[in-house]
T-cell receptor
Framework: NAGVTQTPKFQVLKTGQSMTLQCAQD?????MSWYRQDPGMGLRLIHYSVGAGITDQGEVPNGYNVSRSTTEDFPLRLLSAAPSQTSVYFCASSNQGQAYEQYFGPGTRLTVT | GQQVMQIPQYQHVQEGEDFTTYCNSSTTLSNIQWYKQRPGGHPVFLIQ?????EVKKQKRLTFQFGEAKKNSSLHITATQTTDVGTYFCAGRYGQNFVFGPGTRLSVLP
């Protein structure tokens, strides 16, 4: 199993550009989520999904869209990049059973200039 | 919204010394998880605590969940250089987890 994969690993955008961060998991997990990590602030939840076709907002959803057409994939779209979106983005997945252990992808380091 | 606080923000210890990080929630938690993130890496799950007053051990690591399920701690005995990283607690509220800001541990050899 590859676990949770994310692409790209690094990305530089200009203000106003749009892009999609890819996330995929091969563990058949129902729950998937996107976090952003900024220095001194831990991980903040952007959007999450409890299954294909179902998405919801987390703590910091503004400027981001998600979709969940399949169990495996959960892409994150930046609509119009802003310097405030410079961050490290992590995708995570977990089952909905007792454990709820979250498996994180390797992350995408995004810089918006 | 829900808040999870962690102290200290940073901790520098000499190899062999003990280390403790504390996690506090503004409200009662369903459960709490602990993660470790090595420099440049991604968070890796360590453990989950569910019951009030629960204590779990993993080799040199001891995890506790408070009686009121609003606080937790991670204690490392006799730190090693391999313990370097940032330790996060994550409190479960409903379907989601709220992460604390983390405690960054440095271990001097």
């Amino acid at each position: 199993n590859a676990g949770v994969t994310q692409t790209p690993k690094f990305q530089v955008l200009k203000t106003g550009q749009s892009m999609t961060l890819q996330c995929a998991q091969d563990m058949n997990h129902e729950y998937m989520s996107w976090y952003r990590q900024d220095p001194g602030m831990g991980l903040r939840l952007i959007h999450y999904s409890v299954g294909a076709g179902i998405t919801d907002q987390g703590e910091v959803p503004n400027g981001y869209n998600v979709s969940r057409s399949t169990t495996e994939d959960f892409p994150l779209r930046l609509l119009s990049a802003a310097p405030s979106q410079t961050s490290v983005y992590f995708c995570a997945s977990s089952n909905q059973g007792q454990a709820y252990e979250q498996y994180f992808g390797p992350g995408t380091r995004l810089t918006v200039t | 919204g829900q808040q999870v606080m962690q102290i200290p923000q940073y901790q520098h210890v000499q190899e062999g010394e003990d280390f403790t990080t504390y996690c506090n929630s503004s409200t009662t938690l369903s459960n709490i998880q602990w993660y470790k993130q090595r420099p440049g890496g991604h968070p890796v799950f360590l453990i989950q605590l569910v019951k009030s007053g629960e204590v779990k051990k993993q080799k040199r690591l001891t995890f506790q969940f408070g009686e009121a399920k609003k606080n937790s701690s991670l204690h490392i005995t006799a730190t090693q250089t391999t313990d370097v990283g940032t330790y996060f607690c994550a409190g479960r509220y409903g379907q989601n987890f709220v992460f604390g800001p983390g405690t960054r541990l440095s271990v001097l050899p």
